[in-house]
Nanobody, 123 residues
Framework: QVQLVESGGGLVQAGGSLRLSCAAS????????MAWFRQAPGKERGLVAA????????YYVDSVKGRFTISRDNAKNTVYLEMNKMKPEDTAVYYC????????????????WGQGTQVTVSS
């Protein structure tokens, strides 16, 4: 029902900024919680940020609070992750994810995933 495609990854220097985009298809997009995950080589995939269908509720892992901002534009069927003051530890493949149906925040079950986009932060 929902297909996700990430873009915007690349190489950036420490302290720099990068903006990721996740284009979604499907009529249920605007009614589902969406999130960004990341996975470094040899590490488990971890949640970075999440946003409710309305955009009112957001969550950030402690390591990115104050530096990253998740947002969404339902009219454009797109979710964004603005990354500022980036650090080498932010290097990872970033994945967009979406819940399978409308669900009351903060309850969530991610069932749709994008292909991932590489983000590399140099020092």
């Amino acid at each position: 029902q929902v297909q996700l495609v990430e873009s915007g990854g690349g190489l950036v220097q420490a302290g720099g900024s990068l903006r990721l985009s996740c284009a979604a298809s499907g009529r249920t997009f605007s009614s589902t919680t969406m999130a960004w995950f990341r996975q470094a080589p040899g590490k488990e995939r971890g949640l970075v940020a999440a946003i409710s269908y309305s955009g009112v509720n957001t969550y950030y892992v402690d390591s990115v609070k104050g530096r990253f901002t998740i947002s969404r534009d339902n009219a454009k069927n797109t979710v964004y992750l603005e990354m500022n003051k980036m650090k080498p530890e932010d290097t990872a493949v970033y994945y967009c994810a979406a819940d399978t149906r409308m669900r009351n925040w903060p309850t969530v079950r991610y069932g749709y995933w994008g292909q991932g986009t590489q983000v590399t932060v140099s020092s």
